[in-house]
């Protein structure tokens, strides 16, 4: 079955969370944030007391991954792990350095793959990650590359960790956030780049906004949405 999908990609704090999750709310189409399973293989290998490099381990973890995402009455999601609640840890900057390093063992994203795809269902989805457009969904019909300057989205992250009543420290971040690029952008096994045929946009400075109009503007063009 042909389902549409829209594939986000970019950068820690590039802003593809909250303009995936707008995109998917405002279409009615389902969303999948790749991150969060990356981050809960790692968090679920913590737990089973794996150690760092135990990559058969973490992609055991990735193909049996127990977890549920829900929304409450009043929209508020919560992510359970092994029936815990983790929705508190889940944003976390640790548990995203953690998703970051095991992201970067080819098995794991292997044994994510299926489960990733899984989530491609009618009317349409929206996929934010790293590699959506470039291995996930190839066939996207729509494929953005979302960034900023690290300086802007090192701020953004540090507003978005305070909102939810959580601690930050700005020049830590900046310097979690440059690590965490390189990581990601260096590896040998799905880096993050974009697509061939994706729409690069800048939004350093943009309002996010101003930011969902331009995607959608974008998947207009190529799918039907009648928005
Ligand atoms: O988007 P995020 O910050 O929740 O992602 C956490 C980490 O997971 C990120 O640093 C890299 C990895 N990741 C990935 O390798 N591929 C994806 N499709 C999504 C996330």
Known sequence: MDVPVIAIDGPSGSGKGTVARLLASRLGWHLLDSGALYRLVAMAGGAHGLAADD???????????????????????????????????????????????????????????????????????????????????????????LTASAEERALRRYKQLKEKGLTANLAGLSQEILDRDRRDSTRPVAPLRPASDAVILDSTGMPIDAVVERVLAVARSRVPVDL
Request: aromatic share 6%.
């Open 55 to 145: 990559e058969a381990g973490y992609a055991a973890i990735a193909g049996t991954l127990d977890t549920r995402f829900e929304t409450d009455a009043d929209g508020n999601e919560r992510v359970l792990l092994e029936g815990r609640d983790v929705t508190r840890n889940l944003r976390t900057e640790s548990a995203g350095a953690a998703a970051s390093r095991v992201a970067a063992m080819p098995s794991v994203r292997a044994a994510l793959l299926g489960r990733q795809r899984a989530f491609a269902a009618p009317p349409g989805l929206v996929a934010d990650g790293r590699d959506m457009g470039t291995v996930v969904f190839t066939e996207a019909p729509v494929k953005v590359y």
